[in-house]
């Protein structure tokens, strides 16, 4: 059965770094576009970062871009996503996801197409 774990979150000060890991079972993630996205409370979901299957394009979320990397380490299965220079308004709960389509991944960074998600990790910058 497929499925998406995500870990890494934490508590973290404004300025620190937290790495994000999305580990799949189940399935092979290298044939499988990968996001990221996060949703804050009261806030409605946003795409964060996005890292396309057979391309590999990525891409970033203006707020994140320049701070934060997804990347993909395909002997573990897993995707991360390294954040740096956190802010209090990165805080939220992200969830990576999962489509066997390259065109699900594009600057607009939505949701569509993504048929497996994760339960989601927190992440919580304050001082």
């Known amino acids: 059965q497929a499925q998406l774990d995500e870990s890494g979150g934490g508590l973290v000060q404004p300025g620190g770094s937290l790495r994000l890991s999305c580990a799949a079972s189940?399935?092979?993630?290298?044939?499988?576009?990968i996001g990221w996205f996060r949703q804050a409370p009261g806030e409605e979901r946003e795409g964060v970062s996005c890292?396309?299957?057979?391309?590999?394009?990525?891409y970033y979320a203006d707020s994140v871009k320049g701070r934060f990397t997804i990347s993909r380490d395909n002997a573990k299965n897993t995707v991360y996503l390294q954040m740096n220079s956190l802010k209090p308004e990165d805080t939220a709960v992200y969830y990576c996801?999962?489509?066997?389509?390259?065109?699900?991944?594009?600057?607009?960074?939505?949701?569509?197409?993504?048929?497996?998600w994760g339960q989601g990790t927190q992440v919580t910058v304050s001082s």
């Open positions: 890292v396309a299957t057979y391309n590999s394009n990525t």
């Open positions: 189940g399935f092979t993630l290298d044939y499988y576009t």
């Open positions: 996801a999962t489509s066997p389509l390259s065109a699900v991944c594009h600057q607009r960074l939505t949701a569509v197409g993504y048929e497996y």
